[in-house]
């Protein structure tokens, strides 16, 4: 069963009612950060129940050994972890001589709200102790976007039917280990505590990376909303900081902590001003105040909504459901910094490791594009060209030669750091999303100069690795591309997967013709790339011939194209034959089991054809989507975006609308059981493709015509959505009986229509 417990709102998510069964989701879903460190939302006080707890900065990890006995050439070094950090949020509570812990009191009113609209996190309730004394609790706090390396927390208690003694405890703990850490394994050695006035530090440092981190909090306290000063009691020990203030209050009286935090890094800071830096940020962010900080946070959330909202009028969980996805995106990934990227788990969990996958490629670039400006996506790219060298070390280890480059599954400086075999060797159709994310930006926009000045070397290094990559087969007279793993992760070790072989083909293609586009137009560029790369004609017409001859599994009595060789051996049997007591089949099934059955755990040859959609004609989506939409499990988060897109493609309402709902409340409804280890971030930006993509119907086409055909499913009023295409505004709002477009000013767009797709002249967009 989905969870349903999070209460529909337009512009919060809303949980009222404490249950213990919910707490490791909600530290999930109710997540903070701002793109260059985050944390779930754990309690601020003692809590003895189970919990996840977990603060992340971006870009510090650790390099946790895989090295086993079956260990075979070419397999990764290491396994990357996103590192916990230390712990500034905790503020032990004590009411006289009782600990304040949620897993042994009686909660009444318990309410916890993430803020979308303004960017905070609040909780609320009356807790019963067991000695009696009852208190009401009101918490805020955030992750500032304004001063990055800043957090706040106000925390204020009131006594109900008591008046006595409350001490507030903060601190800060880094003692931390992972939630998937063998045997409570510790990544971090503390090099200083450094205790001051109502402030204090802990330097740390990583193992094996030494990344060196300084953690920070500073307080203040108001009773009655008034400042007031109490005395400090200090307690140091092995790991962790605690400062103890201990106050009198009456019945019905408020005391409140303000506790303000700061990570500061080597990435960013040399390592002898990290613990000065600190101290300023807290010092500093205290001297500002909360509620100036709360505003100037108010402020950017509102600046970020202006080009990254959509509005969706008569359904509220699909309009949660999609501030949800852009509002942790944002949280995710500000594109302030080419060294960062955007993990699967964001902030949220530690799961999956690594910095990226190819879904930035695939999925998120186009969220960055439209809603940002184009210097966002562009350091996305610029992340994959900066590891250019790793890439190739990374196919020379695996035998491939003349700067051909394999891309990492996982990453978080270039190396491969995944620990999955058949990931790591076989799932190479990751180096085409390298390709297609390049042609992406370039056509949505423009900037082809791009290309000269840093795609083009990609690119050729990966169409050397694809023409390495195939073989001739004389049975078949075509080249084949054998034990590979496609984008369905439920089949392994397969030859000729459609979706792997077209990617390649597709790539190889894309990358000759862009070489003649700067041997003409760029030809500095040009003749600087081919004496750094040695390329020679010769070795593009073999590239071509690969291209030209590459073999694609089809059935003609089908006239389907076929996800592998082999596919129809399998017993065929519809999705909705599985008995429910067998979903999820990743959680039910033996692998075994799973890799013998027809049952697909994603978009595979349909990310395909999602991925080159004009180069098929509706027919031939109709028949692809109607064959494999049935026997898709969706156990992938990024399954249901691409089959929302495509089913709205083929006017196939209903079931665009239900896979949109899968993917934009994935988390929120908890669809695959696991949103306790974190929310799927890489996928939310599928989410708003399925909108911008799918009932939008939006194209930039190869010429570089931007097209609408947008749809509307029957349980929405309207819906509208902003993009920034090539550095106009556009809102397209589109409602059950008119479709408009305005600039950025409010003014209507008028249109041309062409069968039935609406086309925006270049022209009219140029003068916006």
Known sequence: MNKNYIIPNEWSIIEEGFCAENVEASESLFSIGNGAMGQRANFEEDYSGNTFQGSYIGGIYYPDKTRVGWWKNGYPEYFAKVLNAPNWIGIGIQINTTKLDLNTCKVSNFKRELNMKEGWLSRSFVAKLPTGEQIEVCTKRFISIKYNEVGAIAYTVKPLNFSGEISFSPYIDAGIVNEDANYDEFFWEILQ???????????????????????????????????IEIPQQTLIEEKSITYSYTLNISEGETATIYKYGSYVSSLNHSNEELLDAA?????????????????SQIDSWKNIWKTADIIIEGDVKAQQGIRFNIFQLNQTYMGTDARLNIGPKGFTGEKYGGSTYWDTEAYCIPFYMATKDASVAKNLLLYRYNQ??????????????????????????????????????????????MVYGIYNYVNYTQDFEYIP??????????????????NFSEAKNKYVILGVTGPN??????????????????????????????????????????????LKAEE?????????NMYFPFDAEKNIYLQQDGFLDKEISSVDKLPISDRPINQKWSWDRILRSCYIKQADVLQGIFFFENKFSKDEVERHFDFYEPLTVHESSLSPCVHSILAASIDRMPKAYEQYVRTSRLDLDDYNHEVH????????????????????????????????????????KSYSFTINFRGSIIKVYKSQTACKFFNESGNEIKMLVNNNEILIPSNQLVTV
């Open 388 to 433: 250019l060298d790793k890439a190739i070390e990374n196919a020379e280890k695996l035998g491939f030669t003349n700067g051909a480059a394999l891309y990492p599954m996982v990453t978080m400086n270039g190396e491969e750091c995944h620990n999955e075999w058949e990931i790591t060797f076989e799932e190479i159709h990751r180096n085409g999303a």
């Open 193 to 227: 505590i450094s205790p001051e006035e109502n402030k204090g530090a802990i330097l740390s440092k990583t193992l094996k990376t030494e990344f060196h981190v300084a953690t920070a909090m500073a307080v203040s306290f108001t009773s009655n909303e008034k400042p």
């Open 453 to 470: 000045k840093n795609g083009l070397e990609v690119m050729i290094a990966i169409a050397r690795f694809w023409h390495q990559r195939a």
């Open 279 to 295: 101290f300023k940020n807290v010092t500093e962010a205290k001297q500002i105040g909360f509620q100036q900080l709360l505003n």
């Open 540 to 548: 593009t017409y073999k590239w071509l011939k690969v291209a030209e």
């Open 677 to 716: 280890e974190g929310c799927h971030i890489t996928s939310m930006a599928g989410t708003w493709m399925s909108i911008v993509q799918g009932f939008g119907g939006m194209r930039v086409w190869d010429d570089g015509k931007l097209t609408f055909n947008p749809q509307i499913p029957k349980e929405w």
């Open 489 to 534: 992760e439920y089949e392994n070790n397969v030859n000729n997967n459609f979706y792997t072989n077209y990617l390649a083909k597709w790539c190889i293609e894309y990358t000759v013709d862009c070489l003649n586009k700067v041997k003409h137009n760029y030809p500095d560029d040009f003749e600087r790339i081919i004496n750094k790369t040695n």
